[in-house]
Nanobody
Framework: QVQLVESGGGLVQPGGSLRLSCAAS????????MGWHRQAPGKQRSLVAI???????NYADSVKGRFTISRDNAKNTVYLQMNSLKPEDTGVYYC?????????WGKGTPVTVSS
């Protein structure tokens, strides 16, 4: 079982920045895919960004050019750098790991973008 703990969320004004971190309980060296999803109340969880292998990435159209996902295998951590934040980015952000075909989720960290 892979345990994931997110951190870095909070309240930020529109146009501001946040960096989210997701720490895994074990080595992520053999984890092929790690990603970030978000969910607003009453809405389905949706993909924000995903990283495959060392550097191959994919982003939701709504965050392209503003968000950057990266990973540090030595620290067992995946990051999400969020710039130029908009109110529409508000939601609970969840870390997701796919290992040997199984999905694992963190508990989430809330992000609120408001003036």
């Amino acid at each position: 079982q892979v345990q994931l703990v997110e951190s870095g969320g909070g309240l930020v004004q529109p146009g501001g920045s946040l960096r989210l971190s997701c720490a895994a309980s074990e080595s992520i060296f053999n984890i092929n895919a790690m990603g970030w999803h978000r969910q607003a109340p009453g809405k389905q969880r949706s993909l924000v960004a995903i990283i495959f292998g060392a550097s191959s990435t994919n982003y939701a159209d709504s965050v392209k050019g503003r968000f950057t996902i990266s990973r540090d295998n030595a620290k067992n951590t995946v990051y999400l750098q969020m710039n130029s934040l908009k109110p529409e980015d508000t939601g609970v952000y969840y870390c997701n790991v796919v290992k040997y075909g199984m999905n694992y989720w963190g508990k989430g960290t809330p992000v609120t973008v408001s003036s």
